[in-house]
């Protein structure tokens, strides 16, 4: 996962500055969509400042269309976004308008991962909601798409890449089942109703396979019970 690092480099405001928290206090990470077909973090930076007189912008991470993560503030910094939960809550802001559009592979894909990476550096953030799931927002669209489906995509992280050590590990219980697999292939081979194997013809002659057995099928075990139950009436 590449974070293109922005802070300090997009627009604030002159004199206003956002408050400060301690990492500790993010308790949840607060999913967004920018409510734009198109746009970016410099662009929303530039709306927050000189059009909502806000000190700096919003979110903390803005990703664009292409999965391009941009990191905007510290996660110490207190951006404009949830209202009265802001000091609880670092804002991630995916770049769209999810009302006509969908967010793209790419940053569906960047979302989850950086989620993942947000709740190992932050422990305290064990929520991950929609805008429009903190207290007082149940009437914003926003970000419209499938918080639930988003948490257990998180969970699952079948796209992520696997470390080395999982993929020996991986790898091994790989070898452990296919070796299990010859097993059973072997028991298969062991209780299967044959035909009178070569040996058991030649000893005993296929004439007297026809007269005495009326079906001549068995497992190997069984042909070698009754040749040795044969030589021993002979
Ligand atoms: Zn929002």
Request: charged share 20%; aromatic share 8%.
């Amino acid at each position: 996962m590449q974070i293109v690092d922005l802070r300090g480099k997009l627009p604030v405001h002159k004199t206003k500055k956002y408050n400060i928290r301690k990492a500790s206090d993010i308790r949840s990470l607060a999913i967004h969509h920018s409510l734009t077909l198109s746009g970016s973090a410099q662009a929303f930076a530039t709306y927050h400042v000189n059009t909502n007189g806000w000190p700096g912008i919003a979110y903390t991470y803005v990703i664009d269309k292409n999965g391009t993560i941009n990191q905007c503030l510290d996660h110490t910094t207190i951006g404009y976004h949830v209202g009265n939960s802001n000091k609880h809550a670092l804002g991630i802001c995916m770049v769209g308008d999810f009302r006509t559009q969908i967010p793209t592979e790419s940053q569906y894909k960047s979302v989850l991962e950086l989620v993942r990476w947000l709740q190992y550096q932050l422990p305290n953030a064990t929520n991950v909601l929609g805008h429009s799931q903190y207290p007082g927002y149940s009437w914003k669209a926003c970000p419209v798409i499938s918080m639930d489906k988003l948490r257990l995509n998180v969970v699952k992280g079948d796209d992520v890449d696997m470390t080395e050590a999982e993929r020996k590990e991986i790898d091994s219980l790989k070898q452990l089942v296919s070796a299990q697999a010859n097993t059973i292939r072997l028991f298969e081979k062991q209780v299967a109703q044959i035909d009178p194997p070569k040996w058991f013809v030649s000893e005993f002659g296929s004439e007297f396979i026809k007269k005495k057995m009326s079906n001549p099928q068995m497992t190997l075990e069984g042909w070698r019970s009754v040749a040795i139950a044969l030589r021993a009436s002979k």
